[in-house]
């Protein structure tokens, strides 16, 4: 249905930006929803954040809310995340993936996705 792939990471210091994006190919619908999870060594995929690829309507986690921004262009089937004031706390390996649906509790779970990408590596040093 919808392929995804993730670019953006790298490596910074405490206090800085990256900008993630997640390119997207395939059949994209507008109930669409675009979701960006992490995942720390040895722990869960936790949520971060999700967009409605047709209104726009956007969800944050309590940790990135404030800091983070996730936004989409259409034109170029692409979601991105802007990441500010980066912490420690944030390094992870961070996935796009694609569920469909209204923003709700269901939106928070991995399990409610069809398709990931292969993921991105933030690395936020002390």
Same mark, same amino acid.
């Given at each position: 249905q919808v392929q995804l792939e993730e670019s953006g990471g790298g490596l910074v210091q405490t206090g800085g930006s990256l900008r993630l994006s997640c390119a997207a190919s395939g059949r994209t619908h507008v109930t669409s929803v675009?979701? &960006? =999870?992490?995942? *720390?060594p040895g722990k869960e995929r $936790? =949520? $971060?954040? *999700? $967009?409605? &690829? +047709? +209104? +726009?309507?956007t969800m944050y986690s309590d940790s990135v809310k404030g800091r983070f921004t996730i936004s989409r262009d259409i034109a170029n089937s692409t979601v991105y995340l802007q990441m500010n004031s980066l912490k420690p706390e944030d390094t992870a390996v961070y996935y796009c993936g694609v569920t469909t649906g209204r923003l709700n509790i269901a939106t928070r779970a991995p399990k409610a996705y069809y398709s990931w990408g292969r993921g991105t590596q933030v690395t936020v040093s002390s």
């Amino acid at each position: 249905q919808v392929q995804l792939e993730e670019s953006g990471g790298g490596l910074v210091q405490t206090g800085g930006s990256l900008r993630l994006s997640c390119a997207a190919s395939g059949r994209t619908h507008v109930t669409s929803v675009l979701g &960006w =999870f992490r995942q *720390a060594p040895g722990k869960e995929r $936790v =949520f $971060v954040s *999700a $967009v409605t &690829w +047709g +209104g +726009g309507d956007t969800m944050y986690s309590d940790s990135v809310k404030g800091r983070f921004t996730i936004s989409r262009d259409i034109a170029n089937s692409t979601v991105y995340l802007q990441m500010n004031s980066l912490k420690p706390e944030d390094t992870a390996v961070y996935y796009c993936g694609v569920t469909t649906g209204r923003l709700n509790i269901a939106t928070r779970a991995p399990k409610a996705y069809y398709s990931w990408g292969r993921g991105t590596q933030v690395t936020v040093s002390s």
